[in-house]
């Protein structure tokens, strides 16, 4: 069974930092690019950033560009996110999702390109 599993959320003061992590199992996504989406609570679930198939490329979305970084470590299956200078309006649960296509060229930013998601982690930042 494929399972995408997320950890490193929590209650954090506007200024300080997270990492989270998405540790998959089942199979190997090595051949995937991976991503991270996020839902604040009454608002649609957007994309936060991604990670070519082969570690090189990655792509932020303008709201978390210079805060955040993706990383991802093939030997543990896992994809990490740090987060840094976090904001009150990053409050939103963190999702870390995988493509469907293997060796896609581009990191894709639509829901739609991911078929595999995990559950999430809530990440709450205070003013």
């Known amino acids: 069974q494929v399972q995408l599993v997320e950890s490193g959320g929590g209650l954090v003061q506007a200024g300080g930092s997270l990492r989270l992590s998405c540790a998959a199992s089942g199979r190997s996504f090595d051949n995937y690019a991976m991503g991270w989406f996020r839902q604040a609570p009454g608002k649609e679930r957007e994309y936060v950033a991604g990670?070519?198939?082969?570690?090189?490329?990655?792509y932020y979305a303008d709201s978390v560009k210079g805060r955040f970084t993706i990383s991802r470590d093939g030997a543990k299956n896992t994809v990490y996110l740090q987060m840094n200078s976090l904001k009150p309006e990053d409050t939103a649960v963190y999702s870390c999702?995988?493509?469907?296509?293997?060796?896609?060229?581009?990191?894709?930013?639509?829901?739609?390109?991911?078929?595999?998601w995990g559950r999430g982690t809530q990440v709450t930042v205070s003013s």
């Open positions: 990670i070519r198939w082969s570690g090189e490329v990655t």
């Open positions: 999702a995988a493509d469907q296509i293997p060796y896609r060229t581009y990191v894709a930013t639509e829901e739609y390109a991911y078929n595999y």
